[in-house]
């Protein structure tokens, strides 16, 4: 796909060099998102490389050693009447404050306008993923019209030391198994119909999503019954609580805790260092629960939208 519009050349700082990236700057780029992360937190970022591999337009600015400083990349994807051109980049610490990241949005804004609008979609939009946000991102964001669609705290849990959360009586843990399947579903939403953003999934989207994964871990994957009936459960992949829920009528009595400190305790028993999960924001009772357990924040992770 060409490049739809200039670089930024007037407005750049002196001493960077822009030039559209390719496969073969797959590495520095992979060297940049290390040092961001090891910056800012968060996940690593690298769908970079999809975005090269489909010819997504992507510029770099080089310093003049010829290190990679920092990038953009943007991508289109359309579904029936709707366009989104999906937004990724990084600025290495080194190189923030000079304005390099204003230059990127101004280019990735002017390249994800054009992209959409040669379609023929009647709903347009854009949006930016990031997995390591920063305050002067989050502003930088904000100036040029972008909404906080999504964000999580990104947390982490040292196995050296395990938590004391005993299970409340009279509850029973059942390990994953296909014949739970449903049970399973039935927990999940009953406890996270209520919450905000509740994707509505069928029981044959959510199981797909929560099994399907190389990392899916059955022996940390348990569901919580009470007199047969499910009122919590946990799911695991590996170094990871990938997902926990408490039906509303159970919580405030320790379930959740309790959930993911068996989970830590399998995971240190099998080997593991640490584990990590993320909570969305607007989930801070969860958040509490996590840091008595002792999860550290490490970062954020977070979406952004802007309308056409």
Aim: with cysteine; hydrophobic share 50%.
């Amino acid at each position: 796909m060409a490049l739809l519009h200039r670089f930024p050349l007037s407005s750049a700082p002196p001493g960077i060099a822009w030039r559209a990236l390719n496969t073969d700057d797959t590495a520095a780029l992979e060297t940049l998102g290390r040092s961001c992360q090891a910056t800012d937190g968060g996940f690593l970022l690298l769908p970079i490389a999809s975005y090269l591999a489909d010819a997504a337009p992507a510029i770099g600015a080089f310093g003049t050693n010829g290190e990679l400083l920092a990038y953009t990349a943007v991508r289109l994807t359309e579904a029936p009447g709707e366009a989104l051109a999906a937004i990724i980049g990084q600025v290495h610490l080194t190189a923030r404050g000079r304005g390099i990241g204003r230059c990127l949005m101004d280019w990735s804004v002017a390249q994800g306008q054009a992209l959409v609008a040669g379609t023929n979609a009647s709903q347009g939009a854009l949006r930016i993923s990031t997995e390591g946000l920063t305050p002067a991102a989050a502003r930088l964001y904000a100036r040029f019209g972008f909404v906080q669609q999504f964000a999580e705290d990104i947390m982490r849990h040292d196995l050296a030391v395990l938590p004391h959360a005993p299970l409340p009586a009279g509850i029973e843990l059942l390990p994953w198994a296909a014949e739970r399947a449903g049970a399973f579903f039935a927990a999940y939403t009953d406890s996270f119909r209520t919450r905000p953003g509740f994707s509505g999934w069928s029981a044959e989207q959510w199981i797909s999503w929560a099994i399907d994964d190389d990392d899916f871990r059955p022996d940390w994957t348990l569901l919580a019954v009470h007199d047969g009936t499910p009122v919590g459960f946990i799911l695991g992949g590996e170094g990871w609580v990938v997902q926990v829920g408490v039906v509303p009528e159970w919580r405030g009595r320790g379930l959740g805790a309790a959930l993911v400190a068996e989970v830590l305790r399998r995971a240190q028993a099998g080997g593991a260092q640490a584990i990590m999960l993320d909570v969305n924001v607007n989930n801070p009772g969860a958040a509490r629960v996590y840091a008595r357990l002792g999860f550290a924040a490490t970062g954020q992770r977070a979406r952004y939208l802007r309308a056409l």
